[in-house]
């Protein structure tokens, strides 16, 4: 199988890649999605003035439910039992930023970078939704920021 990437089959296939061999350790890794907007916009959000409401509460419960979502959504995700995600917000008014940082938890075959991805992803995504009204223009970038496994047990 070396040389060969790991999510095609024989005839270039799209697979998902068999985990079963691999033993189960804990795992974790940690995404980030940054938005930039407005410094207006940052600030109604940092004080809980957006019109639709308080976005830093609904992204960490969307993101949440985005990470335990991922395999339905990211098409060749293994489906991990995750143990712990939890989802911040972070907004610099003054420089128009706003960070959300998804840490996910498990102890699986397979890493969950694909979980924090997505809970970040959509974290982004609905603090999006709460500042298009005041600033259409939002952008958005998500990256992997850190992803560990522990080593199996003895």
């Known amino acids: 199988m070396a040389g060969r990437p790991t999510h095609l089959d024989e005839k270039g296939r799209a697979r998902m890649v068999d985990v079963g061999h691999k033993p189960v350790v804990r795992r974790r890794a940690v995404a980030e999605a940054s938005l930039t907007t407005t410094a207006e916009a940052a600030r109604a959000l940092y004080d809980g003035r957006l019109p639709k409401g308080d976005a830093a509460a609904v992204a960490r419960v969307a993101g949440i439910a985005g990470a335990k979502r991922a395999p339905d959504l990211v098409a060749l995700c293994h489906p991990l039992p995750l143990d712990s995600v939890s989802v911040d917000v972070h907004v610099t008014p003054s420089d128009g ?27 982004a995504l609905n603090v999006y ?19 560990t496994k522990d080593a199996p047990p003895a």
């Open 97 to 123: 930023e706003v960070r959300v940082r998804c840490e996910a938890l498990a102890s699986a075959r397979t890493g969950v970078e694909m979980e924090a991805l997505t809970g970040a992803a959509v974290g």
């Open 129 to 147: 939704d709460m500042l298009k009204a005041i600033d259409p223009e939002v952008t958005i970038e998500v990256r992997l920021i850190e992803k």
